[in-house]
């Protein structure tokens, strides 16, 4: 009986064979990449390119630690770590064994040296690092694991050295990146011999350039990640970490309450943005803090009118006219402009989109960490807010997140995610929840 | 509040809990009940794959246990009514005491609205919780428009913990926020089966770094657990793992990034540790050990053949101790596994390049579109012909599954259905005869699970 049963089975299943799956990564082969931005600098310390820097500074460089977007640390250079009660004090064990690009061997000295901080001071203890502040830090891993706390070792002539899966084989600024495996990387030789990147590709060229197979992974927009699942492929989607915002800077409260309630976020985002968003009231996405019905995004003309009203009763010289600029290159954010002056005028604010140099600025804001006081911390910085460092409790976020859209003068308008989608031949690709690529653990199928 | 406790005891784990929820027996009452009904409370308190509020409704619709299932029914909703109430009393505690804070004793109108993955129990037992401290504060409750105060209480979350926000407005003055953060509590482990050969798996261990092998000791009493830094012994206490003791690998170079390895019991000593271009063994002079040397031993693999692993990958270079029949290497490949048959042993080896070699000793058969990954071993059912190849595979929710596949005729076939896991399977050893360990690495969780899978032939 059980032998006709196993046939039997066996039969079926013969006929329902499972798609390939399962298999080990393999070795060789070089990976195409094409990213929108034009990075200029490969130097983590830099500011600007935020999206590109995130996904290529790990290829090249390594924090003491990774956070993830639960929060959770993860051992980088360093293996372990400590903390006083206070959180004014951490230690760092780190990780043995580990050589820069040419052969120098990692040192408590040349971690330091890199971890320059208005709010701690980084010091050596025997093997150790140490991180004192006087403030408390609980959210110093999620600060040490932004981009710019990469451990770098500057060589005499100015060339970058670090300890990441990749070296750099040749560098063309903002338009070209060609990167050889670390055949001595601490976490093990990536499975691809390289990685090419080319900068500065229109989110269509891009497609087109995947389509014909001429490159394994692209950026996709988050306009368009609806089109391209409609289509059946599966773009890897982070969760939001891009906020849009009007950024109109202190002074302006009244006008911008008014703009905030007249714009009608939900339709844009279905229309523009084809669902590939959220709509945000507050700065910081519903994923991370937990508060964003505390920050409505309704419409709400009469309320708006209203605010302008009381603006002007304050201040009379207040005026009924603004200019807004945006990224004359991103098409996606004059369109979102655009539809931010139509949906003004409900309120009686005239809005006119130029091309630079505006009274309100729409921005993209890369939130640059999964902590919402990290995250709050960079959205001050590209704002010019100082934001109190060492947050975490979601109270305090609440009232540091009012704060900052109050002394910004920003105005939340969505959260996009970053996507990307890979060609045929690439396997193990999975672009992490805060939208870095670790094409480290990536292998390419077939010859 | 009978009918909702009702409710809240057989509903614990219904669609709308987006994670099981365990029900703990709570109080005076855990004892004596856990003896009247220790089948049924055993059972049911772990709550661990969703059914088992299903199975209570069923006992009671049998017509000679309708009494008694009635009264079971009753006692756990009355006691998933107190672990709700209980678990949400401490945040409950503290929003109630900022709110009152704000509002003051006197007549509040409280709204409680829900924005998170709390089934609706929970948020009934939160409610619940919520007014019971507000009225202990003093305030009474009311309707808008006789309350001096209107509380807007919001359940919602974040990736981290539940986030419980009460918008707070006194008369005509300006609403004031209040914000509790609530830890998220533990999900339960989900078991599954396959049918026909059927598997069943039982996590043994996990932890944060990459698991390369498990085995266990003394019957099961003892456990060895392979990582990159260390062999960890743990003994079974007290219905769980407890670490005796951590014995580190000493290696002078970087491993590989798909890192690979092996425990095997040795003959005079505990563990041999097998690694690319390190071995180790355990020595016992005082205290037990790890003594390592960088060497490219060969593993070993069923039946006595051993293969040279390649130090600097993550696959068998090819090279054999022996010849298998006539067959003297073999190319380069992930995973071997021996099929013995009554006159010989068929060898099917799981190549770099993606194809399959089965090894008769006599031939070199490539099997081109054999669907299972590199992953595989032999495993003992007693269905077909005896001994079969339990491989990885890929499921539709991109998850890797292990199926068992015999080879009758040296064509595979398939004989389980899949069991899946909740990632990619990163390591598959074969164990006892109807025994393999599998790890897997939980994306989702960020952590290493190693997995013992049995394998039973089904009637």
């Known amino acids: 009986m059980k032998r006709i049963a196993c046939c039997l089975l066996a039969a079926i299943s013969w006929l329902t064979w499972p798609a390939w799956g399962g298999v080990r990564p393999r070795y060789g082969g070089t990976l195409r990449v094409t990213m929108t931005e034009s990075l200029r600098s490969l130097d983590p310390a830099q500011d600007g390119n935020a999206a590109a820097r995130t996904r290529v500074t790990p290829l090249l460089f390594d924090t003491l630690v990774r956070v993830d977007a639960e929060g959770r640390g993860h051992p980088q250079l360093a293996v372990a770590w400590q903390a006083d009660r206070s959180f004014k004090k951490w230690q760092f064990w780190l990780r043995p064994g580990v050589r820069f690009w040419d052969g120098t061997p990692l040192t408590a000295e040349t971690v330091v040296a890199g971890l320059g901080h208005a709010q701690w001071k980084a010091r050596v203890n025997g093997e150790f690092v140490v991180i004192e502040s006087e403030a408390s830090l609980p959210g110093l891993l999620a600060e040490l694991a932004l981009a710019r706390n990469a451990v770098v070792r500057r060589g005499s002539t100015g060339q970058l050295m670090g300890t990441g899966p990749f070296v750099i084989k040749s560098f063309v600024a903002g338009k070209l990146l060609e990167l050889a495996a670390n055949e001595a990387s601490w976490g093990g030789r990536p499975f691809v011999d390289g990685v090419q990147i080319e900068f500065g590709k229109t989110l269509r060229e891009q497609m087109v350039a995947l389509q014909l197979g001429k490159v394994d992974l692209i950026e996709v927009g988050a306009e368009q990640i609806g089109k391209v699942e409609s289509e059946g492929r599966k773009a890897q989607v982070s969760f939001p970490v891009e906020l849009v915002a009007l950024v109109g800077g202190p002074g302006r409260t009244k006008e911008l309450e008014a703009l905030s309630l007249a714009v009608d976020r939900k339709s844009i985002q279905s229309v523009l943005l084809r669902g590939g968003s959220e709509a945000a009231g507050g700065v910081l996405p519903e994923w991370m803090s937990g508060t964003g019905v505390l920050f409505p995004v309704q419409v709400d003309v009469e309320k708006g009118r209203a605010a302008l009203k009381a603006g002007q009763a304050k201040a009379p010289a207040a005026t009924r006219a603004l200019t807004l600029s945006c990224d004359p290159g991103d098409g996606l954010a004059r369109l979102l402009a655009e539809r931010v002056a139509l949906n003004a005028r409900e309120v009686g604010l005239s809005v006119q989109v130029v091309s630079s140099g505006g009274d309100l600025h729409l921005e993209r804001i890369p939130l640059g960490s999964g902590d919402p006081g990290v995250a709050l911390e960079e959205v001050g910085r590209a704002v010019g807010v100082k934001v109190a460092p060492g947050l975490s409790a979601p109270g305090e976020i609440y009232l540091a997140e009012k704060k900052l859209m109050d002394e910004g003068g920003v105005v939340p308008l969505f959260h996009l995610p970053l996507a990307a989608l890979v060609g045929e031949r690439v396997r193990g690709f999975l672009a992490d929840k805060l939208g870095g690529w670790g094409l480290e653990e990536d292998w390419m199928e077939g010859p | ?459």
Request: negative net charge; hydrophobic residues 45%; glycine residues 10%.
């Open chain 2, 1 to 459: 509040m009978a009918s909702y406790s009702l409710i809240a005891g057989v509903k614990a784990c219904d669609a709308h809990t987006p994670k099981c929820r365990p029900l703990p027996l709570v109080g005076m009452t855990k004892s004596a009940l856990e003896g009247l009904f220790s089948g049924w409370l055993r059972d049911s308190r772990p709550c661990r794959n969703c059914k088992d509020g299903a199975a209570l409704v069923r006992l009671g619709r049998g017509r000679s246990q309708h009494g008694l299932a009635c009264a079971v029914m009753l006692i756990f909703s009355l006691l998933g009514s107190a672990h709700a109430t209980s678990v949400w009393e401490d945040p409950a505690r503290e929003l109630a005491r900022k709110v009152a804070e704000s509002t003051g004793p006197g007549a509040v109108a409280v709204e409680v609205g829900n924005r998170s993955s709390l089934s609706k129990a929970d948020v009934a037992a939160v409610r619940t919780a919520l007014e019971g401290e507000l009225a202990k504060s003093g305030v009474h409750f009311a309707d808008r428009e006789r309350a001096e105060a209107v509380v807007v209480v919001t359940l919602s979350e974040n990736v981290r913990e539940y986030v419980w926000l009460a918008e707070i407005a006194v008369g005509k003055n300006e609403r004031s926020v209040v914000v509790v953060a609530v830890p998220r509590g533990e999900a339960g482990v989900v078991q599954a089966a396959g049918s026909g050969v059927v598997l069943r798996k039982q996590l043994l261990w996990t932890q944060e770094e990459a698991v390369l092998d498990a085995v266990m000791l003394d019957s099961g009493a003892h456990m060895a657990v392979l990582d990159g830094s260390r062999v960890t012994l743990l003994h079974w206490e007290k219905g769980k793992w407890q670490k005796d003791q951590e014995l580190p690998v000493q290696h002078g170079r970087a491993w590989p990034r798909d890192l690979r390895g092996r425990l095997v019991v040795g003959k005079d000593h505990l563990l041999d540790v097998y690694l690319p271009g390190a071995f180790c063994q355990t020595t016992q002079h005082g205290a037990m050990a790890l003594e390592c040397v960088a060497k490219d031993e060969a593993w070993p693999l069923d039946d006595g053949l051993r293969a040279g692993f390649d130090a600097e990958r993550n696959y068998f270079t090819g090279a054999i101790s022996s010849a298998v029949g006539k067959i003297t290497s073999v190319p380069a490949f992930y995973s071997a596994v021996a099929l013995p048959r009554e006159k010989y042993t068929l060898w099917v080896f799981a190549g770099v390049d993606g194809t399959v070699h089965a090894v008769d000793g006599m031939t070199d058969q490539v099997w081109h579109a054999v669907p299972w990954g590199s992953d595989a071993a032999a495993v003992h059912t007693g269905c077909g012909a005896g001994w079969q190849v339990a491989a990885s595979g890929k499921t539709d929710t991109g998850n890797d599954e292990l199926k068992v596949y015999d080879v009758p005729d040296r064509e595979p076939m398939a004989m389980s259905a899949g069991l899946s896991f909740p990632g990619r399977i990163t390591a598959l050893w074969a164990g006892l005869e109807s025994q393999a360990v599998a790890v897997v690495h939980n994306e989702e969780a960020s952590r290493y699970e190693a997995y013992r899978v049995l394998f039973t032939c089904g009637d």
